[in-house]
Each structure stands twice: as structure tokens, then as C-alpha cells.
């Protein structure tokens, strides 16, 4: 896969897969900034020893920290447009957790593109199958569909829009 596409190139790429991120650590301090950053301190996230106790056998990252990477897993493996554009997130018609991330594990996810249109001039609505991997889990952190708008300027590809 080229790591940079036009918006033409967008609609041919519907239902193929996209990227596979590289590796990301989520090492305790990264659980622990994450519970500062949103006030979710519960115990199986940041009391290692407390959680050592439970199912879980240590401490597990929020599933709302794994959700976050999204984007960086998406930057670093789908391509990027060649058309100056602004991506915004406009969220997940489903989400799933399936499986704990323990601390010290490391995640990758996996996208598909599933649909992409045009929702207005200068406006690309795509929707992405997410996988978010647990290295050497059997299931999947995460599984999500995941839509994104992307602003661009119209005179960079006119096209007519639903």
C-alpha cells in the first residue's frame, strides 16, 4: 500500500485493508498518566498489587486507553491523502471491548476500509473495521467501526456529493 493516495484513489480501496500499525507499549506509566488524565483511578487499572489478586492477575489498561490509540495506529499505517485535508473523528457506530490489555502488553490494529463517500462538497466520510491486536493474545483487544470525516477543499476533486 502507497503511504500517500489521492481522494480518488479512496472509492477503489473500499473493502480492502488499509494497514497494520506497528507495536505500541502500554507500560504502567502510560496506564497511570491515562487514569490521571481522565480521573479513573479504579484499582485494576493503577494498584498492581490489589490487582494481582483478580481474574485479570495485575493491573489492565482502561479499554478507553486502548481506544485512544486509535489514531495513532491509523497515522502510522493508512496512507495518507496528497489533497491538503483535516481529518475529524465522528465516532463508532460499534465498539467492543474482547480482552484485556495487561500492563506491559503491547497493541497493533488492523484496518479495513469499508465504506467512504462523499457527504457534501469538500466533505469524505469514511468507515473503517477496526482490530486492535494484543501481541500473543488469542482475542482482539478491541473490535470497533470507526467513521472519520475528512475536510478538504472541494477545487482539489469536484465530485458530486449525497
Not at 98 to 116: C, I, T, W
Amino acid at each position: 500500500m502507497p503511504r500517500e493516495i489521492s481522494i480518488a484513489d479512496v472509492d477503489g480501496l473500499v473493502g480492502t485493508e488499509l494497514g497494520v500499525s506497528e507495536w505500541i507499549d502500554v507500560p504502567q506509566s502510560r496506564i497511570d498518566a491515562f487514569a490521571d488524565a481522565t480521573d479513573d483511578h479504579q484499582f485494576i487499572h493503577v494498584d498492581p498489587e490489589r490487582a494481582a489478586e483478580t481474574a485479570f492477575g495485575g493491573t489492565i489498561a482502561h479499554g478507553f486507553l486502548t481506544v485512544s490509540l486509535l489514531s495513532a495506529m491509523h497515522a502510522d499505517c493508512v496512507p495518507r491523502l496528497r489533497e491538503p485535508n483535516v481529518g475529524i473523528n465522528f465516532g463508532f457506530n460499534k465498539l467492543r471491548f474482547m480482552a484485556p490489555v495487561p500492563s506491559g502488553g503491547r497493541v497493533r490494529g488492523r484496518f479495513v476500509l469499508k465504506d467512504a463517500r462523499m457527504r457534501g462538497p469538500g466533505l469524505l466520510m469514511t468507515t473503517y473495521d477496526v482490530t486492535v491486536q494484543i501481541e500473543g493474545g488469542k482475542k482482539p483487544a478491541l473490535t470497533a467501526t470507526w467513521l472519520t470525516v475528512i475536510q478538504f477543499d472541494p477545487k482539489d476533486f469536484p465530485s458530486k456529493s449525497d
